[in-house]
């Protein structure tokens, strides 16, 4: 759109703009100056009725103090129930009405609560009138306006005479001629004393800011406004009435004052809008025929501009018509060179003085394509210059004279020619390597495409599955090869052939399962296949046999190793349970001789066989938690137990050993040890006692010293830290490197000296680390040695208080027992308890025993003639009522995990290995029967 557009488009809408305002501007001065007019109408009526309204009152205070008792409302007051002033009263000091309406009885209602009297009251010495708020008469039951005067004597209030007039009446001219507006009667309190028409809005309150107001000084006062209690926008006039605290409104509505001029603003913009149209469409026709003329030039050069190809044109003079950038680019001319006009010969001849057509003057090509004639066949040739660009040159000869030279650069295509045909060339080397790695690999390898032809099948495949050459070439359907197996029986004895021939199906799933099968030649292959995303497959055969060879022996290998190991522990148990019942006699009867107090040559004998059948049961048990520990199969138990109590029996148990060789022993515990942890309390009192024993075996003189701390705690578990310091004679570096090794002892001097098989500490190395902890040791000869060791318990809650129970009464037990000398020893221990014993010498007799009377308790042993334990305690199991859940304490000389478990399972209650003495039958019956009632 031009400027002369632009201009003509900015007058017209200003002068429509301006047409607007003034118009706008007209209106509102109209209504101003219409409700100016109404409003001082008003204000002279509601003056004057005021007035008339007031000399009645004053006619009523004279005469009312010229008579008072014989004072009444007569004509003259203009009262009536249907008039203007239906109501009027004198209402005397105390409240209560003295002269009412002719006709009407006094009441005894108290009045003095309305404004008109409190005011009178509260301004004694005034004589003013009075003008209240609207509110409904009690006798006229409609809206007034309550007008009084005080009536005074001897210079008191001595009442107040009131007329109550019709709020209505002051507006009904206005009301009856509906002037579009709104006329009120406001109070300076900001209550409407009267409005019309008639909205409800009479008796509200109006807030009182400025724009209701009229400014001080001033009577009149117009103002543009919204009414917050109606949300009318308005243009009003304000006129205070003269003489009273009111004021008279009169205000027309902005919608209908303003509705004529947005009427014909809106018929303005109208006509603007299809003028502004016209100059525009008028406007936009002459620049489109202005554009029209260049637009094909542009259009062209825009186009030829933007090719890939070079373009010249030259016309029937020999001068450049046009060049593009591409051509200018190609051949490498200076942009003065290809400005329209200039002739061909000038380009020429700076070609050929640049070396364009290196020795060769121009060449025949390029004349014979200059000099063909009008409308001639195309020329086309190749040309290569300096810089290697390879152009193509075609010229169009139009009929004209003229020509169109394009050159189009072959360089590229050329480039990517060569290097896809080195490609296709190193593709092809790299598929003969790959075709001859394939050939050459262990593997057979078949490859077949989605619709199940052959691609790839090698040399070794057709050898192991011993086929022609024929069958493998590509192309083939592999359902052939399938066929062929199958008259040949190869895949007799094949698994899931189903599975193992999905790969020709016309829908493979995603994974086809791995398998074997086994040739005719007597070799095992491995068939294994992929699935490609594109619905090839890729099948693979390896040869297996000496794999599985290697497997069978390897299974073998393993069941002898799992019979040596069975073997070995069968033999260990058998080993344990030989040697621990003669131990379990010769400890318990030596025990029972010397509690007889024989002579002292007799006790020495006793003691020195005492302690040799405990020397030889701490090796037994030695070589057995090494067994146990080496193959893992050391149980832990998880039971809570008292640290201080279960170590500090320990160290009492080894106080006298100490005490006898002049040694102090001390037992040290921290206050942040837990009162009870769970954890298996027997192996860590071990671990104590054997480092107790060595230290008391080790020192001569001085003293040990044990400690009991917490290491570190968080949330329900604790790390203890056990030490246990001696002064005694130390050990070397360089046996303390092997020492927690099997077998292994300090120097040889020592051992020959103490003793001992070196099983110790390996046991205690081995029970700690299976218990989350460790061990290590300080030492140096002559110094002592100081061995830390770590364990990782649980928290307990601690124990209820101990309750009596019936176990604390003499008991009857019956022993099963088939060895003579352990029923002496366990009849002698059990009596000395204060417990009745019944003997029987196996399972079955034992059976009948408890059929025949009920026992407290049963002590089982396992291996029995006739009926062993296990049996006899699963028959016990199985009785009915109180006999079948007699506690039932196994008593066996075998230590494996096995019989411990097979017992437990079995039905007993607790599992003892022999020997056992009086204080661990004593401890074996009272657990028991801590978490067992006695039947």
């Known amino acids: 759109m031009g400027l002369a557009a632009a201009a003509l488009l900015a007058l017209l809408w200003g002068a429509i703009i301006l047409t607007i305002h003034g118009d706008e501007r007209m209106a509102i001065a109209a209504a101003f100056r219409d409700t100016a007019n109404m409003v001082r109408t008003v204000e002279a009526q509601v003056a004057g009725r005021i007035e008339a309204i007031d000399a009645r009152l004053r006619a009523a205070q004279a005469l009312h103090a010229r008579d008072p008792e014989g004072f009444g409302f007569g004509a003259w007051s203009g009262l009536g129930a249907t008039g203007d002033i239906p109501t009027g009263m004198v209402i005397g000091p105390d409240g209560r009405m003295r002269v009412g309406l002719p006709g009407t009885p006094l009441d005894d209602i108290d009045r003095s609560d309305l404004p008109a009297f409190r005011f009178h009251l509260d301004h004694p010495d005034e004589d003013r009138l009075f003008i209240s708020a609207p509110f409904i008469g009690r006798l006229s039951r409609r809206r007034v306006l309550a007008f009084s005067r005080p009536l005074h004597r001897d210079g008191a209030v001595a009442g107040v005479v009131l007329f109550g007039v019709d709020a209505a009446s002051f507006l009904r001219l206005y009301r009856e001629l509906d002037i579009g507006g709104v006329v009120a009667l406001i109070g300076a309190d900001g209550i409407v004393r009267a409005w019309a028409p008639e ?78 149209f016209l100059i525009v469409m008028v406007s936009v026709l002459l620049a489109q025929r202005r554009r029209a003329a260049g637009r094909t030039q542009a259009v062209l050069e825009a186009a030829v501009g933007h090719i890939s190809q070079g373009i010249l044109m030259v016309d029937l003079l020999g001068r450049v018509a046009l060049a593009n950038a591409r051509a200018i680019e190609l051949l490498g001319l200076p942009p003065e060179l290809a400005v329209p006009g200039r002739p061909l010969r000038d380009i020429i001849d700076w070609q050929v003085a640049s070396g364009e057509f290196g020795r060769e003057q121009v060449p025949d090509p ?10 001639a066949p195309p020329d086309i040739y190749e040309r290569v210059r300096p810089n290697g660009t390879v152009l193509e040159i075609r010229t169009e000869h139009l009929p004209d004279g003229s020509h169109v030279r394009t050159y189009t650069d072959l360089t590229a295509p050329r480039q990517a020619a060569r290097i896809l045909a080195e490609a296709r060339d190193r593709a092809v080397t790299a598929e003969a390597a790959l075709a001859a790695a394939i050939e050459n690999v262990p593997h057979g390898v078949l490859m077949v495409d989605a619709e199940n032809r052959i691609v790839v099948m090698t040399r070794r495949a057709r050898e192991m599955l011993d086929l022609p050459e024929a069958l493998g070439r590509p192309g083939t359907d592999v359902r052939e090869i399938y066929r062929v197996q199958v008259e040949r029986g190869d895949l ?127 090796l037994v048990d030695d070589i057995l938690d090494v067994t146990r520990l080496e193959r893992g199969e050391m149980p832990l138990l998880a039971e809570s137990f008292e640290p201080r109590e279960s170590l500090g029996g320990v160290v009492e148990m080894l106080r006298p050993q100490a005490e006898a060789k002049g040694l102090s022993l001390s037992f040290e515990v921290a206050e942040a040890v837990p009162a009870r942890v769970i954890g298996d309390a027997a192996r860590l009192r071990q671990v104590l006692l054997k480092l107790l024993s060595n230290a008391v075996k080790f020192t001569e003189r001085g003293g040990i010293r044990v400690v009991l701390s917490v290491l570190s705690a968080g949330g329900e578990s604790v790390r203890l830290g056990l030490t246990v310091a ?53 030492s140096a000869p002559g110094a002592g040695s100081v061995f830390r060791c770590e364990v990782l318990l649980r928290r307990a809650d601690p124990l209820p208080a101990p309750s009596a129970g019936p176990w604390h009464r003499p008991l009857r037990i019956l022993v099963a027992e088939d060895v003579l000398a352990n029923r002496l020893l366990i009849n002698h221990t059990v009596a000395r308890l204060g417990h009745a014993v019944d003997i029987v010498q196996n399972g079955q007799e034992a059976l009948t025993a408890l059929q025949a009377r009920p026992y407290d308790l049963v002590i089982m042993d396992v291996l029995m003639p006739v009926m062993d334990g296990v049996q006899a305690t699963r ?61």
């Open 199 to 276: 909205s409800g809005m009479t008796g509200r309150s109006i807030p009182r800011d400025a724009e209701t107001q009229v400014p001080p000084g001033e009577m009149q006062v117009s103002r543009r406004l919204t009414m917050a209690v109606d949300g009318v926008e308005r243009f009003v006039t304000l006129r205070r009435v003269a003489g009273q605290d009111l004021v008279a409104m009169v205000g027309l509505p902005a919608s209908e004052v303003l509705a004529p001029v947005r009427s014909d603003r809106n018929r303005l913009l109208l006509l603007g809008l299809l003028l502004s």
């Open 366 to 375: 390029h004349i014979r394509s200059i000099a063909s004639a009008p409308g």
């Open 492 to 618: 007799a004895d094949a698994p899931d052939i189903g599975g193992g021939t999905r790969m020709v199906l016309a829908e493979r799933p995603p994974v086809i399962p791995t398998y074997e099968r086994q040739l005719r030649n007597g070799r095992v292959i491995e068939v294994r296949t992929t699935v490609l995303a594109d619905g090839r497959a890729v099948r693979t055969y390896t040869d297996v046999s000496e794999r599985r060879a290697a497997a069978a022996a390897q299974e073998t290998a393993r069941l002898a190793a799992e019979a040596n190991a069975r073997a070995r522990t069968e033999f260990l148990a058998m080993v344990s349970h030989e040697l621990r019942t003669p131990l379990n006699a010769v400890i318990g009867l030596s025990s029972l001789l010397l509690d007889q107090h024989p002579p002292e040559a007799q006790a020495q004998y006793l003691r020195l066989i005492h302690e040799a059948g405990n020397h030889l049961l701490a």
């Open 726 to 778: 001696d002064t005694g004679i130390g050990i070397l570096p360089e046996a303390q490197e092997r020492l927690f090794n099997l077998f292994a002892q300090g120097e040889g001097g020592v051992a020959r000296r103490f003793g001992g098989l070196g099983l110790g500490l390996a046991i205690c190395r081995l029970l700690l680390e299976r218990m989350g902890g460790s061990i290590r040791l300080e």
């Open 875 to 935: 028959a016990i199991r199985a009785l009915p009522g109180p006999a079948g859940r007699v506690p039932v304490i196994g008593l066996t000389s075998h230590a494996s995990p096995e019989a411990e478990a097979e017992c437990l399972e079995a039905g007993m209650d607790r599992f003892v290995r022999k020997p056992i003495g009086p204080d661990g039958l004593r401890a074996a019956i009272a657990a028991v029967l801590e978490t067992r009632a006695v039947v």
